[in-house]
């Protein structure tokens, strides 16, 4: 009997061990490997948005391939951000004109290529709700549906702190956009958010 429970604990462990070993190879996958956040991007005519490198240690060169339809604007700093085991180069771009480009990305003699598709009628960013009714001390989550994360960037802020506050959450909130807006005293106020400095959104809160 002693000699069988040994076995079953010997095989949990084993079994253990591998299981973690495969959590650890996933999570060195994904967050070790040079890859671009996005391969395919679309947008309308005058709208922003970014592309980014993640997992580099030296310069990249970004490149567009139609500057008459997407041209690209500034070139961010090398940076840092977890749980990417490198750093980052992010360029931002500006849609000009309906049709297509492709955002190249030069880094260690080798090419990572984003297609960039502009036309009309493209996703828009807006809020889940136009319009919200909390107490004071409660809290509600909103979301910006027709945006993503990977390619987009997002302020948020009160027209008036002293009525709601804004607090982005985790980054598994950020990365769903995702907000929360939390009552402080009775009034009216709207939470702000201004998606690729193009598209200004707006959500009316009333608190009771």
């Given at each position: 009997m002693k000699t069988m429970l040994k076995k079953i604990v010997a095989l949990v462990a084993i079994a253990c061990m591998l299981i973690s070993s495969v959590s650890v190879n996933?999570?060195?996958?994904?967050?070790?490997?040079?890859?671009?956040?996005?391969?395919a991007i679309t947008r309308e005519p005058g709208a922003q948005g970014f592309v980014a490198l993640r997992n580099v240690n030296g310069k990249v060169k970004w490149t567009s391939s139609n500057t008459s339809v997407v041209s690209l604007v500034y070139q961010t700093p090398l940076y840092t951000e977890r749980p990417y085991t490198g750093k980052i180069s992010e360029v931002d771009f500006y849609?000009?004109?309906?049709?297509?480009?492709?955002?190249?990305a030069l880094y260690d003699g080798k090419k990572y290529i984003c297609t960039i598709?502009?036309?009309?009628?493209?996703?828009?960013?807006?809020?889940?709700?136009?319009?919200v009714t909390i107490k004071r001390g409660q809290s509600v989550a909103l979301k910006v549906t027709?945006?993503?994360?990977?390619?987009s960037y997002a302020r948020y802020s009160s027209s008036n702190k002293g009525i709601a506050t804004v607090d982005r959450g985790t980054s598994y909130d950020i990365r769903d956009n995702m907000v929360y807006v939390k009552?402080?005293?009775k009034g009216t106020t709207y939470v702000?958010?201004?998606?690729?400095?193009?598209?200004?959104?707006?959500?009316?809160?009333?608190?009771?």
């Open positions: 996933a999570a060195t996958k994904n967050y070790s490997q040079t890859a671009l956040s996005r391969t849609c000009k004109k309906a049709g297509t480009s492709k955002i190249t598709t502009v036309k009309k009628g493209a996703a828009v960013p807006k809020f889940s709700k136009n319009s027709g945006m993503d994360s990977e390619s009552g402080v005293k702000n958010c201004v998606v690729d400095r193009t598209y200004k959104l707006k959500c009316r809160v009333t608190v009771k």
